[in-house]
Structures are given as C-alpha cells and as structure tokens.
C-alpha cells in the first residue's frame, strides 16, 4: 500500500481523470458555492472540485449493480475481499488506485466510538502516518483485504467521509464503488468482460432495481451517526 497525488493520477491515467471529472461537474453547485462566499471560505469549497476544469472522454461503459447475498456483517468484508479477487482475477487486475469522487478528507466523524469504525480509522491512521488524508492510494491485489475493511465501516457508519469512494484499476479497465448497503457498484470501461451469465458464475447476484442493506431486517443503517464532528 502505497500513497499516491490525486493529480498524479489524473494526469497519467485519462480515463479516471475523465471519470473524477463527470463526476465533480454532477456535483458542482454554484448555489452552495455562493454560501461559502458569503463567509469568505470559497476556497474550502473549490478546493473539493480539483478535476472540475479536466477533459471529459468518450468511451463506452457498461455498468450494474452486483451484490453477496451474505447477511452475515462480521464475515462479510473476507467474503466481499475473496470474491473481488476472483473477479479481478478473471479480468486480470492485480494493482489498483483508491481515489474519492472529491478532494476530501478520507477520515470523518472521529467521534463515532462504534468498535468497527474506530478500529477502520486506527487502522488507516497507520497506513497515512497521520489522522487526516485528502490524496489517493495505491494498493496491489494481495493489500486489499485491510482497504476493504476500512472502506465497508468508514463507508457505511460516517456519512462525513465522501459519498463516493472508487477503486480502478491500474489499466483503467474497471470502476468498483462500495456502497453503504455492501452492494457493488461496477463500471467497465471500452469492452464489457463481466456480462451477468460470468459475473452470476462468480458467485454475485445481479441487482436490478432498488438497493437495500443486506444486514438488517427493517433496512435502517443503525451504526450510522448522522451528527457532524464538532469543529
């Protein structure tokens, strides 16, 4: 696991800077941009948008919603981890990049004292050296297991880290988001190698329509904290 610039990555691989970049114009608002004006802060906000002015490509992509079928909550970030293998293995994946759809920091609410979520950002604390991280990461396939775990927690109990959280990989073949659900949300770029018939051979399950938490039988998030750290 190593630590990468965000605008290393951008300018070296076109398709992801492509991808950041649709992705900061969607959620670009000139309305909340004028708020943070009126505090003189608009730089806070701008700085979050750091590939808004970027290329945009064309390409084809093809993308689906896939999940486990695992209820199980303590097992499911091996399980999640030993099935991501076999499909990057199918693709030929083996080194990728960790990056947020915006430029912000990968560790939230600190006091959200939920063990699992404590434990993901002690755990991301020693990877960065440090308690706060706005770049980017750079894992092989053998390192995702720890990445996984921080990512399923972080991603599901503290709605102050980014909504969107991508894994690419290194050959820009494959977009992969983690939802707060534990579904998968994938993205192929320029050919589809992962059609239904060999992702459902894989072991997934296709999602085609609404999304639901796979861990709870009313569908509510109960480890998520909706209250903001204090500043």
Not at 173 to 202: A, D
Request: charged share 30%; with cysteine; net charge negative.
């Amino acid at each position: 696991m190593t630590l990468k610039t965000r605008k290393e990555i951008a300018e070296t691989k076109k398709i992801i800077g492509s991808e950041l970049t649709k992705m900061q114009k969607v959620f670009y608002d000139e309305e909340m941009l004028q708020y943070y004006k009126e505090d003189n802060e608009e730089h806070l906000y701008l700085e979050k948008f750091d590939f808004f002015d970027r290329e945009v490509l064309e390409y084809k992509t093809y993308s689906k919603i896939i999940g486990l079928n695992h209820s199980d909550i303590n097992s499911f970030t091996a399980e999640l981890t030993k099935k991501l293998t076999e499909l990057f293995q199918k693709i030929g994946a083996a080194e990728f990049y960790i990056i947020s759809h915006l430029k912000t920091d990968f560790f939230g609410n600190r006091e959200n004292k939920f063990k699992p979520l404590v434990r993901s950002y002690k755990k991301l604390e020693a990877i960065v050296g440090q308690s706060t991280y706005k770049e980017a990461f750079e894992c092989d396939i053998n390192s995702l297991s720890d990445f996984i775990e921080i990512l399923f927690w972080t991603t599901r109990c503290d709605p102050c880290v980014a909504e969107y959280i991508f894994l690419y990989d290194k050959n820009e073949n494959i977009q992969i988001n983690l939802c707060k659900y534990g579904n998968i949300h994938l993205t192929e770029f320029g050919n589809e190698i992962l059609t239904n018939n060999v992702l459902i051979s894989l072991g997934w399950t296709i999602i085609d329509g609404q999304e639901f938490d796979n861990f709870t039988e009313n569908g509510k998030i109960k480890e998520r904290e909706l209250k903001m750290p204090n500043a």
